[in-house]
């Protein structure tokens, strides 16, 4: 894979007109994702007593919130952000504190919690795939995007580190409700000093019917646009790696007696994740999108399959640490491919599709491998937790065989002599 060193600096990204300020109000917003989800669990089992009850809650609140990104998306796209953003950020910051004033004393229905649950998650405003947008508008070069989707991504993974250690800071200063309502002031404010920037255009342009054989329209449909389902696919197989391995990691080091090192290695997955990304932006690649894409997946995946075979909870943190370094560099890509793939009127969707299909996976990742821990070896079940990763490296590496130019049929007599050899 041939590289150059001479690449922009990440500064000429945020000297860009109205970037630091566009980028800021985002990153304002989206700190509200990584305190939400634990305050809101926190206050649910406090309000409760159950776990049960609060995991269940969560489950809604997660299902809704992943799995209704795309059409989320699709109205940003339609309608443009400053028309839409403000009442989805109003919508879901109410909800938040109506469920901060539900749990701020015990003795909470759990029906009532299941149903604000799923209503926040469904307001879930899409502040990430919206500032992906953004980029593309801002920093037109293909180099420069790469550097701003590569700062973008290390930034939203210090913010899911920044975020739950605010809820702890608040939990002993006050009630985890108290989080959840400093979510939704967060979410809020930040959605509309995002859409107050110069960069969101106040006009919206109504997006074009599309034409025949050509992906533009309102309306995304993945199996018309083979690069971004592509995508899609390897950014689901990631996080499907990805949620297997915490719960892997807690059994590994609950195995060996060393529970409270749980953070530690995660921490080294974050770290490993934000150098990787800095380092993947700061060069200039040569090779194509999609090969790079496989290559950071199959660099994930030997690495997590590595892991399994640690003898040690210091050498787990370092092979985890390596397979963050690829973490970043496939959503980089993936993104990059994916705002390649479509038009300026879907690229909010091509970006939400990419984050639904890492978000869903983590999921799916963390609940299937909750059915072998305890079942198989953990070495076998790292194996098992790489192995998405490394397969669709592997589908997408195999080179396709030319179709074969099918023969004209013959009608009448002609067949019948074709046939006879006349």
Not at 49 to 75: D, N
Not at 213 to 231: K, S, V
């Amino acid at each position: 894979m041939v590289t150059s060193s001479s690449a922009p600096s990440y500064a000429t990204v945020l000297r860009t007109p109205h970037a630091l300020r566009t980028f800021g109000a985002a990153l304002l917003g989206r700190l509200s994702y990584g305190m939400v989800p634990l305050a809101l669990l926190l206050a649910i089992k406090d309000a409760t007593g159950s776990y049960s009850v609060a995991g269940g809650a969560m489950a809604l609140f997660g299902a809704a919130s992943v799995f209704l990104s795309p059409a989320r998306a699709a109205l940003i796209d339609r309608y443009g952000p400053r028309r839409v953003l403000p009442p989805m950020a109003g919508l879901y910051a109410a909800v938040l504190g109506v469920l901060t004033l539900v749990t701020w004393r015990p003795g909470a229905p759990p029906l009532a919690l299941g149903a604000l649950a799923v209503a926040a998650g469904v307001c879930t405003p899409p502040l990430g795939p919206v500032m992906r947008t953004l980029w593309s508008g801002l920093v037109p070069d293909r180099e420069l995007l790469q550097r701003a989707y590569s700062l973008d991504g290390v930034a939203e993974e210090l913010l899911y580190v920044t975020g739950p250690l605010l809820v702890g800071l608040i939990v002993r200063a006050g009630r985890p409700a108290a989080g959840v309502l400093a979510g939704a002031v967060l979410v809020f404010v930040g959605a509309l000093a995002l859409v107050s920037s110069p960069a969101v255009p106040r006009k919206h342009a109504s997006p074009a019917p599309a034409s025949a054989g050509t992906p533009a329209g309102p309306r995304l449909r993945l199996h018309g646009i083979p690069a971004l389902r592509r995508a899609v696919l390897v950014t689901a197989a990631v996080g499907l790696c990805l949620g297997a391995l915490e719960l892997l990691v807690v059994a590994f080091t609950e195995q060996r007696g060393q529970a409270a090192a749980v953070s530690w290695v995660l921490a080294a997955l974050s770290a490993g994740s934000a150098a990787g990304g800095l380092a993947y932006g700061a060069v200039r690649w040569n090779a194509p999108s999609r090969m790079r894409l496989v290559v950071a997946a199959a660099g994930m995946g030997a690495a997590l399959m590595a892991a399994g075979l640690s003898p040690r909870v210091y050498v787990l943190a370092a092979f985890v640490a390596v397979a963050g370094l690829f973490v970043s560099p496939v959503l980089t890509t993936a993104y990059l491919i994916a705002d390649e793939s479509v038009d300026a009127a879907r690229r909010t969707q091509a970006g939400a599709w990419v984050n639904t299909a890492f978000n869903a996976g983590a999921s799916g990742g963390t609940a299937a491998v909750g059915l072998l821990v305890g079942r198989l070896p953990l070495a076998l079940c790292f194996a098992l937790a790489a192995a998405p990763a490394l397969l669709c490296a592997a589908a997408l590496v195999r080179p396709r065989r030319p179709r074969r130019p099918r023969r004209p049929r013959l009608a009448g007599a002609e067949a019948r002599d074709r046939v006879s050899g006349a």
